[in-house]
């Protein structure tokens, strides 16, 4: 049995598959994820039809990835063929008109062909297999699988394909990479403490010292054709990547977000990524974290990212002396615990919001500040 594993292994990943998977900068665990299936499917039986998604997945042919006898060849032509019908069925196509395409096309990420029209290239397999390889993967069950933070979101297709722009954009690091989890925590508590009262640049501020921290900050154009996310962070091996949308936003959206994501950076424990969109940034506030005990496992990282960030940008303590003066709606309030605590009142406005002090359409968001 063990013999036989090992022989299949060898079998699957020849030198040449090997070779493609490091000019792809894909793992063997990566790429199973991108297949959609476990490493036990992948040897339980390799056959062509595998073969044809490894093929389509590291962008090399067929032929260079492993030595066919004359036979085989004609077996995996066969197979291709129908590999390729994949991209024509109507769960694909459907799957495929929800993906920013024009854009998509115009950043360069999907071939144009000239001479069609879009429904044709939509219909003919053309636009759904042009998007499968933009995303790395090999069917829709796989994008689930890979994509499963965007799925849930208003418009999963759009949120995947704009964390896959931040993605093909980084590589893992070939060497060590030693991340200080404490000097990044007392990075952000120096930021709050000063940069957070800076008018101008703090977007840049922030993000200069979070490189300085060895994380990978990209600020990626947000599609129009959903609501722009907040940030979304993943890991390329031992490389965390922040990602954030370039359009404008408030000072405390900002921060709020760059902090959730510092917060997970900040976990040992747990490498999941996570996409913040604005609905579940108003889930976070409308449900009060401390009191909430019926905590699936699976947001249980993102609560606790969440924690984190409060904590970061304004303490339980903090929070409470505020809300104790029972004066907290008023301008002058605001300022004056912005001053004793170093905090933006954009911040202190944000978090009376979301603990219902004051109501979500207030004169005091004039002082939240754009960045
Ligand atoms: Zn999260």
Request: glycine residues 4%; aromatic residues 8%; proline residues 4%.
């Amino acid at each position: 049995m063990e013999q036989s594993l090992l022989t299949n292994l060898r079998d699957v990943f020849t030198p040449a598959v090997r070779e493609a998977m490091r000019r792809k900068d894909l793992t063997q665990e990566e790429l199973l994820m991108r297949l959609g299936y476990s490493r036990r499917t992948l040897l339980d039986s390799f056959s062509m039809e595998k073969r044809c998604e490894l093929e389509f997945l590291l962008d090399a042919p067929a032929s260079e990835l492993w030595n066919f006898s004359p036979e085989q060849a004609d077996d995996f032509e066969l197979a291709r063929r129908s590999f390729e019908q994949r991209f024509c069925t109507v769960e694909a196509v459907e799957w495929a008109k929800k993906f920013p395409a024009r854009d998509l096309e115009r950043l360069g990420m999907i071939c144009g062909t000239s001479g069609k029209s879009f429904a044709e290239r939509f219909k003919s397999g053309l636009l759904p297999r042009e998007l499968m390889k933009f995303m790395g993967v090999v069917s829709v069950a796989a994008w689930k699988k890979a994509y499963a933070i965007a799925q849930g979101t208003v418009n999963p297709q759009v949120y995947s394909a704009w964390i896959r722009l931040g993605e093909l954009q980084v590589r893992r690091p070939s060497g060590e990479l030693c991340l200080f989890r404490e000097i990044i925590a007392n990075n952000m508590m120096f930021l709050r403490r000063n940069a957070f009262m800076l008018r101008e640049n703090l977007r840049q501020v922030v993000v200069d010292t979070l490189k300085k921290c060895d994380v990978t900050v990209l600020q990626v154009p947000a599609f129009i054709t959903a609501p722009a996310p907040r940030a979304a962070f993943f890991w390329k091996g031992l490389r965390p990547v922040l990602l954030l949308p370039t359009s404008r936003t408030s000072d405390s959206d900002f921060l709020e977000a760059v902090s959730h994501m510092v917060g997970h950076l900040l976990q040992s424990h747990s490498k999941r990524p996570c996409l913040l969109t604005s609905k579940l940034a108003a889930e976070f506030a409308e449900n009060g974290l401390r009191e909430n005990n019926r905590d699936s496992l699976k947001d249980s990282c993102c609560k606790e990212a969440e924690r984190t960030a409060e904590n970061l940008l304004l303490t339980e303590a903090e929070e409470c002396e505020i809300i104790c003066t029972g004066r907290f709606a008023e301008r002058r309030c605001i300022e004056f615990f912005s001053g004793k605590f170093h905090v933006r009142p954009g911040v202190i406005v944000s978090r009376l919001q979301q603990q219902k002090k004051i109501p979500a359409r207030s004169p005091l968001n004039a002082l939240k500040v754009a960045v």
